[in-house]
């Protein structure tokens, strides 16, 4: 049956107005409260709609050498190929208005409440930010946390016997935030740099508010940003606390590069038109991804314990 319910013309333009309001004002506050959207470069490349996602990597095979005259045996160089596909996901919610709320609004002359709105933009961000920090088995989504094939840094024992940094020295620590970057420069001869590192809030707390050992002007970032010439970015993520082995808190570095990592959203949120139900307007909400993707996994690395 058909739904007896309808708003008049005014009713009517009055309430599409309020939900194109609500989308802009939701879009513009949500994305800066996760870190994730910062943090990891996004990909909207793959259009809306796609099911999977392929991408391919490329090496070449082969060298070159010093020849003589009339020599027939040069060396032969080729290329080869790999591919890896991953699968789009749907995310949705909804919210939704009763008609006696719309024209109340629409006679008082105010807004519609748009804590809903905010409430289902909000939980549709959480759960990307979720996906593109610490994946999804269930539906083969990776995250970048958990990524394999990512370089582990073994974080080493302190002179007390500890790998918390809150048993360490500052210079311990500090040795700690260079070695991680050396182990992505080191191994790939240099090809891979990293600029961001990141970290829980309660390291991060520690290594801003800690002063270097005599040198009380200098803080342990301040100290190791000032003589560490790769990394430009240091922040704090919560999905780093008890990620790592044992549930211990992990730390990590990476090239903050789209040629290096990517978080896939073919469909930005988005609402849809509004669809009666009885004597309520609900409104779906959608958006997709595929989580994160990392290129060239050696340009990641992870250390726990700390």
Request: aromatic share 12%; proline share 5%; hydrophobic share 35%.
């Amino acid at each position: 049956m058909k739904n007896p319910i309808k708003l008049d013309v005014g009713e009517s333009s009055f309430f599409r107005r309020q939900l194109e309001y609500i989308k802009s004002q939701t879009y513009d506050t949500k994305y800066k409260q996760l870190k994730a959207f910062s943090l990891i470069p996004i990909s909207t490349e793959a259009p809306s709609g796609a099911d999977t996602i392929t991408f391919r990597r490329f090496s070449g095979i082969g060298y070159a050498k010093i020849i003589a005259d009339y020599v027939h045996d040069f060396p032969r160089v080729d290329v080869f190929g790999e591919e890896e596909t991953i699968k789009v996901r749907s995310m949705g919610d909804s919210y939704g208005y009763s008609i006696k709320e719309i024209r109340r609004s629409q006679m008082a002359g105010t807004n519609l409440d748009q804590r809903r709105a905010d409430a289902a933009r909000r939980a549709m961000d959480e759960l990307t930010n979720t996906l593109s920090w610490r994946g999804d088995s269930t539906y083969s989504i990776n995250g970048l946390i958990d990524y394999p094939g990512i370089t582990e840094y073994t974080v080493p024992l302190g002179a007390g016997g500890f790998k918390l940094w809150n048993t360490k020295t500052p210079d311990e620590i500090v040795a700690d935030l260079s070695g991680i970057v050396t182990a992505v420069i080191d191994p790939t001869n240099g090809r891979e740099a990293p600029d961001t590192m990141i970290m829980p809030i309660e390291q991060y707390q520690y290594i801003t508010n800690t002063r270097m050992t005599g040198d009380s002007a200098k803080t342990i970032l301040t100290f190791f940003l000032e003589n560490n010439q790769f990394i430009k970015t240091v922040d704090w993520v919560v999905e780093l606390k008890g990620a790592g082995a044992g549930g211990t808190d992990r730390f990590m570095v990476y090239e903050k590069s789209p040629r290096n990592l990517t978080q896939e959203l073919p469909q930005m949120f988005e609402q849809f038109p509004e669809q009666w139900k009885g004597m309520e307007a609900v409104i779906h909400c959608h958006a997709e991804t595929a989580g994160v993707v990392v290129y060239y996994p050696l340009s990641v690395a992870y250390g726990d314990g700390i």
